[in-house]
């Protein structure tokens, strides 16, 4: 059984530019949380999301950032007009009602912007 | 809303050394309690967790979690530390009302050969 599955391991961007990163849960899972990780800053929870519907969001940040989760598909969080300061690891993770509310994490994408 | 605080950064240790690692939570209901590791460049793995019944939970690797509810606390320990214990370890909360998990600021543990 895969785990959470994340892409690009690794994706560099210059400024203005715009990044995607790939999210797929585990099989049967049904909710994707989306996490940011920055040096001495831990883990910031950006976006918690089931199919089709965004659940709380109140992480993201106001503007150039997005997330969905479509009804087929992997989970996307997009970034618009990168800007160096949204150089950060990216992580993904899943749960679903079975194993109630312990999240497994993807092995992370780190986006660098230069 | 809840939130979590990890009060070592960093911690270093001798092999064999006994290890407890502070974790406090603020959030005034019912929560469940996590404790992730996440080995150098890895991706963050569960190492225990607690949502009701005894206190002091058991997970991998010989590491254990006391819930202290009065304390708002949620400490980890391991009598022992191995080398292969050098990573970052994540303390976190969620509300039982909540899908949302908070993760504290994580504390870099560094085990000296």
């Known amino acids: 059984n895969a785990g959470v599955m994340q892409n690009p391991r690794h994706l560099v961007r210059r400024r203005g530019q715009e990044a995607r990163l790939r999210c797929s849960p585990m099989?049967?899972?049904?909710?994707v949380y989306w996490y940011r990780q920055l040096p001495e800053e831990g883990l910031k929870f950006m976006v918690y999301l089931q199919k089709e519907n965004i659940i709380d969001e109140s992480g993201m940040p106001k503007e150039r950032f997005s997330a969905e989760f479509p009804k087929e598909g992997p989970s996307i969080l997009r970034i618009q007009q990168v800007v160096r300061g949204d150089s950060a690891a990216y992580f993904c993770?899943?749960?679903?009602?079975?194993?109630?509310?312990?999240?497994?994490f993807g092995e992370g994408s780190w986006l660098t912007v230069v | 809303a809840q939130s979590v605080s990890q009060h070592n950064h960093h911690v270093i240790l001798s092999e064999a050394a006994s290890l407890e690692l502070g974790c406090n939570y603020s959030?005034?209901?019912?929560?469940?309690l996590f404790w992730y590791v996440q080995y150098p460049g890895q991706h963050l793995q569960l190492l225990l967790k607690y949502f009701s019944g005894d206190p002091l939970v058991k997970g991998i690797k010989g590491f254990e979690a006391e819930f202290i509810k009065s304390k708002f606390s949620f400490n980890l320990r391991k009598p022992s530390v191995q080398w292969s214990d050098t990573a970052e370890y994540f303390c976190?909360?969620?509300?039982?009302?909540?899908?949302?998990?908070?993760f504290g600021k994580g504390t870099r543990l560094h085990i000296l050969p």
């Open positions: 099989k049967g899972h049904s909710h």
């Open positions: 993770a899943s749960s679903d009602v079975r194993s109630g509310n312990t999240i497994y």
């Open positions: 959030y005034g209901g019912t929560v469940n």
């Open positions: 976190a909360v969620n509300a039982q009302t909540d899908d949302k998990i908070i």
